[in-house]
């Protein structure tokens, strides 16, 4: 009788890619033929401390920080707690970089990262992560934001580099084009562009009212948690209705057109005020990514608006990313085994 063979565990390649958002923080590293992604939500939310409720955490492995006589959830049940005492999560990052308001941000993030990301294959492998282009309609230090992610992933054992996170967006669904159209990665912080032409930028940059704004609007609007709008939004949205909608669900299409035609503005004013706006010869592709653009019926939504609009550049088609919340994360891949291919 013949015996059977072992199965042979797909070769991890060295390099990966990690998309540090508002609201997830994902990682991808090659497995052999297939991409695999770690995902964690980027939220915590303290609850009162006792050594009978640490138990339970650690017997439901759930992940948790001890700090100064308070316990912090991290990550994904995280918004299940916030959720249940009606309460709102806390962001360890804020419109797309660290926050400075959250004095326990970088413990925060630095326990999502590590948890993520891993130990690297080997000491100093490289491993990009994401970060925001120049913010079109808000004054910020990015310095601080990338120095520590750098301070974080180098303490774990990387090489750290930056990638920008529409640049990532082309990097991972524009391959067939030659690199060459417009990344749009529309998160909870920020929404981020990149025009590219072969791989190398010509515009990218960032607005800072996104997935985040719209469920602030939406919580005022209607009174409840922006956690609780954001549960909705993410379970259940389907904006292809435009009819016979709850109060929260009509809200939150209002405000997904808003975000939508605050976007598009913001394009076509830097392509105006731009020296180096670009004059292509084939219309482009625009790729859509990213958490907020999940709800079923955003595609129609952005080319609806987009048929509105006079867009400077001709463009042939506009598409989903294939996989959008993982996009940037790939993009990043991509870039890091490119990197490692090099040494």
Known sequence: MA???????P???????????????VCAEQHGEKIAFRTQRDAFFDIEHSDFTKQMLINSKVNYIEKDDSLYVVGNEAMEFANIFHAELRRPLRRGVISPSEKEALPMVELIIRGVAGKPAYKGETIYFSTPGPA?????????HQKTLEGMLTRLGYTPKTINEGLAVVFSELAKEGFTGMGLSFGSGMVNACLSYMSVPILAFCVTKA??????QVAAAVGETASRVCAIKESSLDLTKRDGLSRIEAALSI?????????????MREFERSEKAPRMDKPIVIVL????TMPKGFLQRFND????????LGVGEVRMASQ?????????????TADEAEK
């Open 11 to 25: 070769r991890i390649e060295k390099g990966k890619g990690l998309d540090v958002g508002t609201a997830f923080i």
């Open 255 to 267: 405000y997904h057109d808003n975000l939508i035609e605050y976007v598009l503005a913001h394009i």
């Open 136 to 144: 079109l309609d808000a004054d910020f230090d990015m310095v601080y």
């Open 289 to 292: 990514s990213g958490g907020s």
């Open 324 to 336: 959008a919340l993982y996009s940037v994360a790939k993009g990043a891949l991509i870039a890091a």
């Open 3 to 9: 015996k059977k063979k072992a199965k042979v565990a």
């Open 305 to 312: 608006v987009l048929a509105q609009t006079k867009f400077p």
């Open 211 to 216: 997935g985040d704004w719209i469920d602030q």
